[in-house]
């Protein structure tokens, strides 16, 4: 298994930017770099005892918006449905602490 698990760690050392950004794209006449927030994990275990493992892995991948060239300078435009999802949860833990602050405020 650790033969395994050191393969893998050669496999996924050098993922990192090169997966994060990807190369630049012509639409529409101009240059755009697509960029993603790219996260992956894996892990195994076993028993001494038996000589039972296992092992597993996942990933995801968010695209974050493309970096666009507007007139010499390079500008960050934001996928704007990941931006909403994203905010989903802080809004509604904002109104959470806002509801206890009101309610405390009222006792």
């Given at each position: 298994?650790?033969?395994?698990?050191?393969?893998?760690?050669?496999?996924?050392?050098?993922?990192?930017?090169?997966?994060?950004?990807?190369?630049?794209?012509?639409?529409?006449?101009?240059?755009?770099?697509?960029?993603?927030?790219?996260?992956?994990?894996?892990?195994?275990?076993?028993?001494?005892?038996?000589?039972?493992?296992?092992?597993?892995?996942?990933?995801?991948?968010?695209?974050?918006?493309?970096?666009?060239?507007?007139?010499?300078?390079?500008?960050?435009?934001?996928?704007?449905?990941?931006?909403l999802v994203c905010l989903?949860?802080?809004?509604?833990?904002?109104?959470?602490?806002?509801?206890?602050v009101v309610r405390a405020?009222?006792?």
């Open positions: 298994m650790s033969d395994t698990f050191s393969s893998l760690v050669d496999t996924f050392k050098n993922i990192g930017v090169s997966k994060a950004y990807g190369p630049p794209i012509q639409v529409g006449g101009e240059e755009i770099i697509p960029v993603a927030l790219v996260s992956f994990g894996f892990g195994g275990g076993g028993e001494a005892g038996n000589g039972a493992s296992g092992g597993g892995g996942g990933g995801m991948v968010v695209p974050l918006g493309v970096y666009r060239n507007d007139g010499g300078r390079s500008l960050f435009r934001p996928n704007t449905v990941v931006t989903v949860p802080a809004i509604l833990a904002a109104g959470a602490a806002v509801s206890r405020a009222r006792s």
